[in-house]
């Protein structure tokens, strides 16, 4: 991905009053993001608030100040302090005001939101629609943000989806059965592929890759001549296969008389979990990067990292649908799976 060159809009009020919220679906590594937020403030001599339960505590105005030692012994935690919640309000032109207003009576200059696609978006409304600075800090395991190599939670959770197939396979060894295990990934497959090579699957399904069930049966048989006696296949739950993971099953076991089928979903194992020191050192970085931002008078950004490089990338740039591609990766997972 090569670093994006953008004109960025800057302000001319200075920052004072720093507000942080976290939005969307908890991230390991989301309390390190908030704790660096906290404490560039305090290194900056601004004043830092948190907002409780993401927007919907914006607009129920569950704002409290916070310093330097309200975020002690959190960087090790997963999950986020401040909670998370969607709100329904907040997709309203009602409820963005009733957060704005809630914004001037704190006295707060400027938002550093944390979050996924859908939280840049309600962040770049209230921004366009009140003329209030907004920053992003890209926070979701999904790894689907465009304009940053890496989503603060997504290596956490690649460890985690490895560490679970690595347990499945050995029951699956044990047996001679074949596991179809389902990921997170409804329309991104960075999980899925990345943690099937590592955890060395025969197969991985992703919504990018529409490979179809009759290649997967083919590829199947293939195993099976060459001594294969078990199998993982990883699925993320986007697949377009057009069958969900307990169907793909079903579909397997009536065509593959060879094998013994099993399906395991890892569901929602993949978010918890104290974050990987990847993540937790780059939600460091993003989180001062986004009181700098803030502090040069950035505004409607996101505050990305692009070969190691803190970058900033427009709100708009990062809601854009990603474009780089996975051949490279596919290739490796077709020639290691042989």
């Not at 302000?11 to 942080?20: D, S, Y």
């Not at 074949?178 to 409804?186: D, N, T």
């Not at 700098?292 to 505004?299: H, M, S």
Request: charged fraction near 25%; aromatic fraction near 6%.
């Amino acid at each position: 991905m090569s670093v994006i060159t953008i004109a960025l809009v800057t302000m001319t009020k200075k920052v004072e009053n720093i507000a942080v919220l976290t939005s969307g679906g908890d991230a390991p590594g989301m309390n390190a993001a908030i704790r660096s937020v906290v404490r560039a403030c305090s290194y900056y001599k601004l004043n830092c608030f948190g907002v409780f339960k993401g927007y919907e505590g914006l607009i129920n105005n569950e704002i409290e100040e916070l310093n330097a030692r309200s975020v002690r012994n959190i960087i090790n935690k997963g999950g986020t302090f401040l909670k998370s919640a969607r709100s329904q309000e907040f997709r309203t032109k009602e409820g963005r005001e009733k957060a704005y207003k809630n914004l001037l009576k704190n006295n707060i200059d400027a938002l550093v939101v944390i979050g996924g696609d859908g939280s840049f978006t309600g962040a770049l409304k209230l921004s366009e629609e009140f003329d209030f600075p907004v920053v992003g800090i890209p926070g979701t395991i999904d790894n689907d943000i465009n304009g940053t190599d890496y989503t603060i939670g997504y290596d956490t959770a690649l460890n985690t989806v490895v560490d679970a197939i690595d347990k499945i396979r050995d029951t699956a060894s044990s047996h001679n059965r074949l596991f179809l295990i389902e990921v997170m990934g409804r329309d991104a497959g960075d999980i899925a592929l990345n943690a099937g090579i590592g955890a060395g699957a025969e197969e991985i399904l992703i919504p990018e890759e529409d490979m179809g069930v009759e290649r997967l049966l083919d590829s199947l048989r293939k195993s099976k001549k060459t001594g294969k006696t078990s199998s993982i296949i990883v699925v993320a739950e986007g697949d377009k296969s057009g069958k969900n993971i307990f169907e793909l099953g079903e579909y397997v076991e009536e065509n593959l008389d060879d094998y013994e089928v099993r399906v395991s979903v890892l569901g929602h194992i993949q978010r918890g979990g104290a974050p990987s020191c990847y993540d937790r050192v780059l939600a460091s970085k993003l989180g001062v990067g986004a009181v700098e931002a803030l502090i040069e008078g950035k505004r409607e950004v996101m505050i990305g990292i692009v070969h190691k490089e803190v970058t900033i990338v427009t709100l708009k740039t990062a809601l854009e649908k990603r474009t780089h591609k996975h051949d490279k990766l596919i290739k490796v997972a077709d020639i290691t799976s042989v």
